[in-house]
């Protein structure tokens, strides 16, 4: 709804630079990204994610869409 979208709206507005706090920085990253039956949750007891699967062919783009709280940034934080 309205809601959804003027946060997306504020998302794409945002021009933050956020720096990592790592120092490796590859030049180039190759490869697919697989997620298989993935179960993770921030404690023991609750699941974010439940049995989660997909897979991102390398030079591919995957959108996550879903409510708020579905997993959408417990599954980027993965990732990265």
Do not use: Q
């Given at each position: 709804?309205?809601v959804?979208?003027?946060?997306?709206?504020?998302?794409?507005?945002?021009?933050?630079?956020?720096?990592?706090?790592?120092?490796h920085?590859?030049?180039?990253?190759q490869?697919?990204?697989?997620?298989?039956?993935?179960h993770?949750?921030?404690?023991?007891d609750?699941?974010v994610?439940?049995g989660?699967?997909?897979?991102?062919?390398?030079?591919?783009?995957?959108a996550?869409?879903?409510?708020?709280?579905?997993?959408?940034?417990?599954i980027?934080?993965?990732?990265?």
């Open positions: 709804g309205i959804g979208s003027s946060r997306v709206i504020a998302l794409l507005e945002n021009n933050t630079y956020l720096p990592t706090s790592g120092n920085a590859p030049d180039e990253v490869g697919n990204i697989t997620f298989k039956e993935v993770f949750g921030y404690t023991d609750v699941d994610l439940k989660i699967s997909f897979e991102i062919k390398s030079g591919k783009t995957l996550l869409v879903g409510a708020t709280g579905a997993g959408k940034s417990s980027i934080g993965l990732i990265n």
